[in-house]
């Protein structure tokens, strides 16, 4: 039985490393509510929170009609800055605020990964549900006011953890990254691979 991933995410940053890389998926987005999701835990980390994210609208998923015999994978990305969480700004004004302290520095970002594998022991399956999370170190050019603003108001920043991407407008500002790249676009492919070795396939398995 050929293998079917699905990927739990509304991200279209994250469905293009995907299919960059050749994996075959489809996208099932889940309505889970992070925030109420992140209440219920209390105080945690950037990197638990990230995992925990995951693994919600991953499991989210892989309970509705649709992804029976698939393997469902959930990601979450939050940026680590000083000690503080940053997940989505959505307001102009706190995107602001937070590119200026991150101008000139940099922080962590960290992408959570969750795979759970809903095909029947008949089919293969492994009943696997299994996370990880990949960190990569953002460092971030000097940015002039003008710079900020110009970006604030693309609104580019305002729905993506931290307040930038690196595949996208936000790449002129990064001088650099430590660790895997993917995992700073959203979803990292080596990440994915580990993740699949634990329900006994591999990434050649979707490859198209």
């Known amino acids: 039985m050929t293998s079917h991933l699905i990927l739990a995410s509304a991200s279209p940053a994250r469905t293009k490393v995907l299919s960059d890389a050749g994996i075959s998926h489809s996208v099932l987005v889940s309505a889970v509510d992070e925030d109420a999701v992140a209440a219920q835990y209390g105080p945690l980390d950037a990197f638990d929170t990230s995992l ?18 698939a393997l469902v994978l959930g990601c ?3 940026f680590e800055f000083d000690g503080e969480a940053h997940g989505k700004p959505w307001e102009p004004e706190i995107a602001r605020t937070r590119i200026r302290r991150m101008s000139g520095s940099f922080g962590v970002l960290h992408t959570g990964h969750w795979l759970v594998d809903t095909r029947d022991a008949s089919d293969g399956g492994s009943g696997a549900t299994v996370g ?11 940015l002039t006011d003008d710079e900020i603003d110009a970006y604030v108001a ?12 690196i595949d996208g407008l936000g790449g002129a500002f990064i001088t650099r990254v430590d660790g895997d790249p993917h995992a700073v676009i ?3 492919v080596s990440t994915l ?3 699949l ?3 006994n396939l591999t990434v050649m398995d979707f490859w198209v």
């Open 52 to 69: 925990l994210l995951a693994r919600a609208k991953a499991e989210a998923v892989a309970s509705v009609d649709g992804s029976e015999g």
């Open 76 to 78: 979450d990305s939050i």
């Open 132 to 142: 990880a999370v990949a960190s990569a170190s953002v460092h971030f050019a000097q």
């Open 154 to 165: 693309t609104g580019e920043p305002l729905q993506v953890a931290g307040s930038f991407t």
């Open 186 to 188: 959203g979803l990292s």
């Open 193 to 195: 691979r580990g993740l």
């Open 197 to 199: 070795a634990s329900a």
